[in-house]
């Protein structure tokens, strides 16, 4: 945790409360949970998110008609350990640095928990101005007599309810979903029996063909950016040119993939195997993407060494990095009133 976040039980339950609260969405219809919900792993069974005028959950999700609002334009990445995010393979990293979202355009969860509120098409939708919707959020949460109380007991100051402590306490809350039980951290932590020989080959598979190259340490990330040429995702009117309109997008972790299908950042990858498929045909130099030429591979690529009789072994290794041992409970009410999780029955 960052050193001006220290957490509490109480900063903990404020936070999760806020997370499940639709107030904190423009038209009061979409809650943080509503595309990171612990029945999807913290993620959804979606390729990009659906936000504001919608109802439903996960892959049954739907816009409301009529509708202007577009897709968000990228997959919702899970929260599980993201209070690890930036983490290198020697355990070192900062929170308050810590690398968010496909294209690193926040640092910190505390940052990060600010922009889907603002976003027209994550939860701001129409009638509120980006540069408004955080103080009539505050707005709203100080006319509400148990969030007065709550706010109080987790800051414990006078006139608790800011912006900068709400992002403190949903933070706070967001790193209590930690998963570091998997069969393969087990493994690591010498149980021999927790992985299998098939598994334990992937593994040495995975190593060897240049995954490794982006996906190392705790996270199996190097939290950087790579140009792939993922396919395009053809909901989107124009494409997603990434970071600096470079196609660039930052390398995902590799944990509860079980959670968190469909693949890459606009989900184009609906299973494990179509995402080995995508890196062999790029490794040998097959363009994907028209917008991205083969010259515009990251070098790392023209490193991979992998062809189909590995990829069942790969996956079978990859399946141990699941662990579904998070805090899947949902709260009975939020202080709103309003539905728990938004507009997702």
Not at 133 to 160: C, D, G, H, S, T
């Amino acid at each position: 945790m960052p050193k001006d976040n220290p957490t509490s039980p109480e900063k903990e339950e404020l936070g999760k409360l806020l997370f499940y609260d639709p107030i904190l969405s423009g038209n009061k219809d979409v809650a943080c949970a509503s595309c990171h919900h612990p029945n999807y792993g913290y993620s959804e069974f979606l390729d990009i998110s659906i936000g504001p005028n919608s109802h439903g959950l996960g892959s049954k999700r739907r816009f409301e008609q009529p509708n202007d609002i577009p897709f968000v334009k990228r997959n919702a990445q899970t929260i599980l350990n993201t209070a690890f995010n930036g983490i290198d393979m020697y355990g070192r990293y900062e929170p308050e640095t810590s690398e968010m979202f496909w294209d690193d355009r926040s640092h910190s969860l505390e940052k990060q928990s600010l922009e889907p509120i603002k976003a027209f098409e994550e939860m701001r939708g129409h009638g509120i101005d980006e540069s408004e919707i955080l103080q009539v959020i505050m707005a709203r949460l100080k006319q509400i007599p148990k969030y007065q109380e709550l706010f109080a007991a987790a800051f414990k100051e006078p006139n608790a309810i800011t912006i900068d402590n709400m992002a403190k306490a949903i933070a706070a809350f967001e790193r209590t979903l930690i998963t570091n039980n998997s069969r393969f951290d087990r493994y690591m932590r010498g149980e021999e029996d927790a992985m299998l020989l098939s598994e334990k080959e992937g593994f040495a598979l995975f190593k060897s063909v240049g995954c490794a190259n982006c996906h190392l340490g705790p996270m199996f990330s190097d939290f950087k950016m790579h140009v792939l040429g993922v396919p395009e995702n053809m909901k989107l009117p124009s494409p997603d040119m990434g970071v600096n309109d470079t196609f660039a997008f930052r390398t995902p972790s590799l944990r509860n993939l079980r959670f968190t299908a469909p693949y890459m950042h606009n989900g184009s990858l609906p299973t494990l195997r179509r995402v080995l498929e995508f890196y062999e045909d790029i490794a040998n130099r097959k363009v994907r993407n028209e917008h991205v030429p083969v010259e515009k591979f990251d070098p790392l690529v023209r490193e991979l060494e992998l062809s189909v009789k590995e990829m069942s072994l790969i996956i079978s290794f990859l399946n141990t990095l699941n662990d579904d041992s998070f805090d899947k409970s949902i709260p009975d009410a939020v202080p709103s009133g309003l539905p728990v999780g938004g507009n997702i029955d």
